[in-house]
């Protein structure tokens, strides 16, 4: 169907809005405006095209029966304005264009309704938070509510503002989720905006988003640390100066599971305290020597197969000496608490010196894919070269 389209069979939807009076006839009006008058069940992602057959157009304003405006954009002749994103499902729009012919003002006026869908999708969750402060290495996230069949169409959908533009991309996950890195570490003091112009786009044969969402968030110091496992040390880095090095204790190593992986890593989450047990491993039997709960304070996630940095003083007389954690970053209970304060989602941890690199879908560890192998995950398959705030 062509993008342009002006009504529907229904077969996407049941018919909205109710029957239009007809235009007063004219054998070649100056201005032409699609979806024509009263045109019913328009298709959401259609777009609205107004030119000027004759002259050029001065002004153009589509709006919904709530009175929102749809943006849009002036061709650089000012012969054409077309919507730049797609209209929402079941809703009425009225469409008023002038412009000047030969001097003269001219005008037209058209009013069509947007069908009902069959089923509606829409954003569920985004990360950062609304207004969250974040690290330089934080992705943003975006899941809905039903799998996206047609991907390029959402993705298109998803436009980006910063205060310092920089070159990312996005990957999808699978067909709820979809993620956007940078190319490289955000700069600090950047503030961004993502907008989901999701409301009208098309998924799925008959499934159409609901309505638009909004996020904005800001990121913040540069804050980078490194464990050295083979050293036994954590160096944390602010804005590129050192500014706590301590002894720590990794996993012990012998067995896969007890090795900490190697890689960049980012915070997830924290919590204080966390329940840590053996039965991530199988192990629930008390009475097996393998066995252990605990009770851990000040514990910052950092990959979904149960990686933290937490406090640990029942090793503290291995803390800089030797590795005898299940796999987690082993530190003293002042240290803890103090990283644990100051850690932002998506400040970045990397870790050295072991045989088990972190999988790139193992948490966020989405910055061990080379750059051209993340963009190679975008339905589009090209870079998001995001818009100034």
Request: aromatic share 8%.
């Given at each position: 169907?062509?993008?342009?389209?002006?009504?529907?069979?229904?077969?996407?939807?049941?018919?909205?809005?109710?029957?239009?009076?007809?235009?007063?006839?004219?054998?070649?009006?100056?201005?032409?405006?699609?979806?024509?008058?009263?045109?019913?069940?328009?298709?959401?992602?259609?777009?609205?095209?107004?030119?000027?057959?004759?002259?050029?157009?001065?002004?153009?304003?589509?709006?919904?029966?709530?009175?929102?405006?749809?943006?849009?954009?002036?061709?650089?002749?000012?012969?054409?304005?077309?919507?730049r994103w797609t209209l929402r499902p079941g809703t009425v729009y009225t469409v008023d264009s002038t412009g000047v012919e030969q001097g003269r003002?001219?005008?037209?006026?058209?009013?069509?309704?947007?069908?009902?869908?069959?089923?509606?999708?829409?954003?569920?969750?985004?990360?950062?938070?609304?207004?969250?402060?974040?690290?330089?290495?934080?992705?943003?996230?975006?899941?809905?509510?039903?799998?996206?069949?047609?991907?390029?169409?959402?993705?298109?959908?998803?436009?980006?503002?910063?205060?310092?533009?920089?070159?990312?991309?996005?990957?999808?996950?699978?067909?709820?989720?979809?993620?956007?890195?940078?190319?490289?570490?955000?700069?600090?003091?950047?503030?961004?905006?993502?907008?989901?112009?999701?409301?009208?786009?098309?998924?799925?044969?008959?499934?159409?988003?609901?309505?638009?969402?909004?996020?904005?968030?800001?990121?913040?110091?540069?804050?980078?640390?490194?464990?050295?496992?083979?050293?036994?040390?954590?160096?944390?880095?602010?804005n590129g100066r050192v500014v706590r090095s301590v002894g720590i204790s990794a996993g012990k190593g012998g067995a896969r599971k007890y090795t900490?992986?190697?890689?960049?890593?980012?915070?997830?989450?924290?919590?204080?305290?966390?329940?840590?047990?053996?039965?991530?491993?199988?192990?629930?039997?008390?009475?097996?020597?393998?066995?252990?709960?605990?009770?851990?304070?000040?514990?910052?996630?950092?990959?979904?197969?149960?990686?933290?940095?937490?406090?640990?003083?029942?090793?503290?007389?291995?803390?800089?000496?030797?590795?005898?954690?299940?796999?987690?970053?082993?530190?003293?209970?002042?240290?803890?608490?103090?990283?644990?304060?100051?850690?932002?989602?998506?400040?970045?941890?990397?870790?050295?010196?072991?045989?088990?690199?972190?999988?790139?879908?193992?948490?966020?560890?989405?910055?061990?894919?080379?750059?051209?192998?993340?963009?190679?995950?975008?339905?589009?398959?090209?870079?998001?070269?995001?818009?100034?705030?």
């Amino acid at each position: 169907m062509s993008a342009c389209g002006g009504g529907g069979d229904g077969t996407d939807g049941a018919r909205a809005g109710r029957a239009f009076g007809a235009a007063t006839p004219s054998a070649s009006p100056p201005i032409l405006i699609t979806p024509a008058h009263g045109a019913r069940a328009v298709r959401p992602d259609s777009r609205v095209v107004v030119t000027a057959r004759r002259g050029t157009l001065h002004r153009v304003v589509v709006r919904a029966a709530d009175g929102t405006r749809a943006p849009g954009r002036m061709s650089s002749d000012r012969r054409t304005w077309r919507t730049r994103w797609t209209l929402r499902p079941g809703t009425v729009y009225t469409v008023d264009s002038t412009g000047v012919e030969q001097g003269r003002p001219t005008a037209a006026t058209a009013r069509f309704a947007t069908l009902r869908p069959q089923a509606a999708f829409g954003v569920a969750d985004v990360a950062p938070r609304p207004g969250e402060v974040v690290g330089v290495g934080m992705p943003i996230i975006v899941t809905f509510d039903r799998p996206v069949a047609d991907r390029a169409a959402v993705e298109r959908s998803l436009e980006l503002r910063m205060s310092r533009p920089v070159v990312g991309a996005w990957r999808w996950l699978d067909g709820r989720r979809v993620v956007f890195r940078p190319r490289r570490f955000w700069p600090t003091g950047q503030r961004v905006r993502l907008i989901a112009h999701t409301a009208g786009v098309r998924a799925a044969p008959g499934v159409y988003g609901r309505a638009d969402r909004a996020v904005g968030f800001r990121v913040g110091p540069a804050r980078i640390s490194t464990v050295d496992v083979p050293r036994h040390r954590m160096t944390v880095r602010v804005n590129g100066r050192v500014v706590r090095s301590v002894g720590i204790s990794a996993g012990k190593g012998g067995a896969r599971k007890y090795t900490t992986t190697s890689g960049v890593h980012l915070t997830m989450g924290k919590a204080d305290p966390v329940i840590m047990s053996s039965a991530w491993m199988g192990v629930t039997d008390r009475d097996d020597p393998r066995y252990y709960k605990k009770k851990v304070r000040h514990a910052v996630q950092i990959s979904a197969s149960g990686e933290y940095v937490h406090a640990a003083p029942w090793s503290v007389r291995a803390q800089g000496r030797e590795n005898v954690s299940h796999g987690c970053v082993n530190a003293s209970p002042e240290f803890a608490r103090w990283f644990f304060g100051e850690t932002l989602r998506g400040d970045v941890v990397t870790i050295i010196g072991t045989n088990r690199p972190l999988e790139w879908n193992n948490g966020w560890g989405y910055w061990q894919l080379p750059w051209r192998v993340w963009q190679a995950g975008s339905a589009l398959k090209r870079p998001v070269r995001p818009g100034r705030l």
